[in-house]
T-cell receptor, first 111, second 119 residues
């Protein structure tokens, strides 16, 4: 059975802290892994990772994929209250572009 | 670009009635649309994949007669929750993708979601 698991489930940090969110997967026919940020409504796209070891970066956010160990991490440096959200990872299984989402990590950044 | 809308954003209905939710891609043609449901403080659960002009593919455990999906055009997919019951109350989100010519992953663009409350 395909599984996508995120950890931790929730996290509370202070502004300025650095956080690392984890996403591990056990799936067949892996094609890519995606990270999304969900605030109040629709998830918004952050990164798509297909190759191991290549870091994707956008401002204070960065992400990397390890296809050998089957996980990805999302790093957020110098966190701000606006980073408070649920962070979702999803795996594309190369079977029709369906995404299977992980359990999500709820991040709360307090001033 | 890549804007997806949903209508309505919020609906309250009585038990036993049917509710239709629309998902539209506003500025691109979506060959494939997806429907998810999300319970409070939980992740998105894929319900079905909808391809224009063909029958939807439902995930295991999702009742196709309960959740009717129609993808009538390249910009519109509808989800009808038939004979809704309180346990169907949830947040329903659609997404749309433009099928890439490379055959690789095509990013999904999400609608704002529809909150369904069944009394």
């Amino acid at each position: 059975e395909d599984k996508v698991v995120q950890s931790p489930l929730s996290l509370v940090v202070h502004e300025g802290d650095t956080v690392t969110l984890n996403c591990s997967y056990e799936v067949t026919n892996f094609r890519s892994l995606l990270w999304y940020k969900q605030e109040k409504k629709a998830p918004t796209f952050l990164f798509m990772l297909t190759s191991s070891g290549i870091e994707k970066k956008s401002g204070r956010l960065s992400s990397i994929l390890d296809k050998k160990e089957l996980f990805s991490i999302l790093n957020i440096t110098a966190t701000q209250t606006g980073d408070s959200a649920i962070y979702l990872c999803a795996v594309d299984l190369n079977t029709g572009n369906q995404f299977y989402f992980g359990t999500g990590t709820s991040l709360t950044v307090i001033p | 670009g890549a804007v997806v809308s949903q209508h309505p954003s919020w609906v309250i209905c009585k038990s036993g009635t049917s509710v239709k939710i629309e998902c539209r891609s506003l500025d691109f043609q979506a060959t494939t649309m997806f429907w998810y449901r999300q319970f409070p403080k939980q992740s998105l659960m894929l319900m079905a994949t909808s391809n224009e002009g063909s029958k939807a593919t439902y995930e295991q455990g999702v009742e196709k007669d309960k959740f009717l999906i129609n993808h009538a055009s390249l910009t519109l997919s509808t989800l009808t929750v038939t004979s809704a019951h309180p346990e169907d109350s949830s947040f329903y989100i659609c997404s749309a993708s433009r099928w890439g010519t490379s055959g690789g992953t095509d990013t999904q663009y999400f609608g704002p979601g529809t909150r369904l409350t069944v009394l």
